[in-house]
């Protein structure tokens, strides 16, 4: 496919796939686009005769001939040629320590089996994150930044280990000249002044757990006694994120299910209480479980997702704006051509590291021995299966082939489409079609604010 073409905000938009360009065009060459080059102009003059003239037909034709000469419209894929399986070193960037395999909340869509990742609950010592930190620094290779999750169930509840990790971290830092940046996920409930300081002076990003509306987040995000957290959470997010000023990183994110395929008003709520940075994301569940989505959600979920993209484009012209990360796509040519490609990293890039000092692909792989990698005392012993993920790439997933947005979400999810399909290279379809929904939105907003 190379070319897509949609409607929203009133705007008639096309995408040349391979070259990324992006046009707002009128209606007689939003008509002609999908035929100009495969029919002559008589069988297109008698196609649209008594829509348009045969003069406009011709100008318009025209006008694609030159968006075609000048690189702009079906455009070959100039990156395919270039990639080949890959069989050489890979160093990583990214890990994920997943400090505690334990939670103080009883979360109903929990991906972590309420955070113990179905291997029983266990925090992290602090002898093994520094074992990690010093595995993360050798495996960097010439690697100068590094990226360090920290993670759980709730990582604050291993808050003294934390602290030894990355004063541990610190210290390596001088020791290699890495550049060792830290973010951690909370779900606010342990946040007190100690640890928001903390957090705010040592975590280059905090991503702050809260599903949006109390009725919606007291439904889901519940302590063990069934109670609900909104009331306790949203005046310790707030003061968390006002401390995170001069341009320091953090989100508060927040997951819909199908007990709020409204999530829209979860988004405005958390604009309205005034968060910059907000995040609702889809759950991703087997389709049995009762808070699953399901295909026939998503003219609901579509329908959210244009409202949020009017909204944005609103506040934004209001001097209101505020970011919502899956709108967040850099439309401008995107990412390097390495990550269009190949995504996230996950198991030659990125990995995840359990409390024992086990190595699994990614956080959402933890507890599949199947996908573990090796160990920090050891290294990684499943070459073979580093090299799988290196080449997951689209170009060796033929359904992403065949998709027009093959270069904005580069594969999709490995263990979502792992998990649904038992084969990383198989797409999980109902995530493919909210992400194209959501790059749609993404695009149309970025034309929308650019028309004045």
């Known amino acids: 496919m190379k070319i897509h073409k949609f409607k929203q905000m009133d705007m008639n938009i096309v995408i040349d796939v391979n070259s990324g360009a992006i046009h707002v065009v009128d209606d007689i060459v939003y008509d002609l686009v999908d035929t100009y080059n495969e029919k002559s102009v008589d069988e297109i003059n008698n196609i649209f005769e008594g829509k348009y003239t045969v003069e406009e037909i011709n100008e318009a034709i ?4 030159e968006l075609e000469e000048n690189g702009m419209l079906n455009t070959e894929d100039p990156y395919k040629k270039m990639i080949v399986n890959d069989n050489g070193p890979s160093f990583i960037k990214a890990m994920c320590l997943n400090i505690a395999h334990d939670c103080n909340l009883k979360c109903k869509y929990c991906f972590a089996s309420e955070g113990d990742y179905k291997g029983g609950k266990k925090l992290m010592s602090a002898e093994v994150g520094k074992k990690a930190i010093d595995f993360v620094i050798e495996n960097a290779g010439p690697r100068k930044n590094v990226e360090v999750d920290l993670f759980g169930g709730e990582p604050l509840m291993n808050f003294k280990a934390v602290k030894e990790i990355v004063d541990y971290a610190r210290q390596r830092e001088k020791e290699t000249g890495k550049n060792i940046r830290f973010t951690i996920t909370t779900n606010a409930t342990l946040l007190n002044e100690e640890i928001m300081n903390y957090i705010d002076e040592n975590m280059g990003n905090v991503v702050l757990s809260i599903d949006g509306r109390k009725e919606v987040n007291d439904r889901i995000r519940v302590r063990y006694d069934g109670t609900g957290i909104y009331d306790d959470i949203m005046p310790k997010i707030k003061a968390m994120v006002e401390k995170r000023q001069a341009g320091k990183q953090y989100y508060v994110r927040g ?22 940075e907000i995040s609702i994301e889809p759950v991703v569940l087997e389709d049995k479980h009762p808070l699953s989505l399901r295909q026939e959600d998503l003219p609901t979920i579509f329908e959210q997702y244009d ?5 944005i484009v609103k506040r934004e012209k209001e001097g209101k704006g505020f970011k919502f990360y899956h709108f967040a796509i850099d439309v401008n040519g995107g990412p390097c051509v390495y990550k269009r490609i190949s995504g996230c990293g996950a198991g030659f ?4 590291v359990t409390p024992e000092g086990d190595i699994y692909p990614c956080h959402q792989f933890v507890g599949n021995e199947e996908f573990k990698l090796g160990d920090i005392y050891n290294g990684i012993n499943k070459h073979e299966l580093i090299k799988t993920f290196k080449n997951g790439h689209i170009y060796n997933k033929p359904k992403c082939m ?6 904005y979400c580069s594969g999709g999810c490995q263990a979502n489409n792992y998990n649904f399909n038992k084969d990383i290279h198989v797409p999980y379809e109902l995530g493919c079609e909210m992400m194209k929904k959501r790059v749609e939105c993404a695009i149309a907003i970025k034309a929308k604010l650019m028309e004045e």
Request: proline fraction near 0%; glycine fraction near 2%; include cysteine.
């Open 62 to 65: 025209k006008e694609l001939k």
């Open 255 to 276: 997951t819909f299910t199908r007990e709020n395929l409204d999530f829209y008003d979860d988004v405005m709520l958390l604009a309205d209480e005034g968060f910059k």
């Open 307 to 311: 409202k949020l993209a009017d909204e």
């Open 349 to 352: 890039e990125y990995v995840a």
């Open 402 to 407: 065949e998709c027009w947005a093959r270069f």
